[in-house]
């Protein structure tokens, strides 16, 4: 069964860099596409972007220029990294799987438990 | 962007009711549409994948389908455990896009 855990500071300075990681267990990262996705306390939810196994990475336009998600295969690990953060970045964060092929979009199948980082001073 | 018009955003229901979730996509897409259900401290979990597809595990009283831009997750007979939030994503393009839920409460 795979199974996805973010760990990182739950607690990050405003205009600071948010660094979150990814392990996964019971599977391998290679072949798939793994995803960040975040929750506002009480809100909905916001896919970030994401990186395939390779290290091809795609992000959302809206946070395109403060993003960075990467992929250590060896360690089998997915990395976020948020740069300028403002209370708005105050959620849950989570790292997901999806089942996304070369030739067709993929559902998430996989998620972490998720994990809070508050912004605050 | 794709947007995705969810409703209602509460819904209050009894055990036993036929319960009836719609999203709206802001333009017309393949069926990559999936439904997720959200217990609070919880990960969301998958219910429907393609619009329309059981995921393996799900009991068979929930169910999606799709009409032009407008997709509905069903719930033939709500149960105890279906009390949750429920989100629409749709995974045709980038940026995936979700809809912002719907809250199903005891009546």
């Known amino acids: 069964q795979v199974q996805l855990q973010e760990s990182g500071p739950g607690l990050v300075k405003p205009s600071e860099t948010l660094s979150l990681t990814c392990t996964v267990s019971?599977?391998?990262?290679?072949?798939?596409?793994w995803s960040w996705i975040r929750q506002p306390p009480g809100k909905g939810l916001e896919w970030i972007g994401y990186?395939?196994?390779?290290?091809?990475?795609r992000y959302n336009p809206s946070l395109k220029s403060r993003v960075t998600v990467s992929v250590d295969t060896p360690k089998n690990q997915i990395s976020l990294k948020l740069s300028s953060v403002t209370a708005a970045d105050t959620a849950v964060y989570f790292c997901?799987?999806?089942?996304?092929?070369?030739?067709?979009?993929?559902?998430?199948?996989?998620w972490g438990q998720g994990t809070l980082v508050i912004v605050s001073s | 962007d794709i947007q995705m018009t969810q409703s209602p955003s509460t819904l209050s229901a009894s055990v036993g009711d036929r319960v009836t979730i719609t999203c709206r996509a802001s333009?017309?897409?393949?069926?990559?549409l999936a439904w997720y259900q959200q217990k609070p401290g919880k990960a969301p979990r998958l219910l429907i994948y393609?619009?329309?597809n059981l995921q393996s595990g799900v009991p068979s009283r929930f169910s999606g389908s799709e009409s032009g831009t407008e997709f509905t997750l069903t719930i033939s007979s709500l149960q105890p455990d279906d009390f949750a939030t429920y989100y629409c994503?749709?995974?045709?393009?980038?940026?995936?896009?979700f809809g912002l839920g719907t809250k199903v409460e005891i009546k």
């Open positions: 997901v799987r999806d089942r996304s092929s070369g030739y067709w979009p993929g559902e998430i199948d996989y």
């Open positions: 019971g599977g391998s990262i290679r072949g798939y596409y």
């Open positions: 990186v395939y196994y390779t290290g091809s990475a």
């Open positions: 333009q017309s897409f393949s069926n990559w």
């Open positions: 393609k619009a329309s």
């Open positions: 994503q749709q995974y045709n393009d980038y940026p995936w896009t």
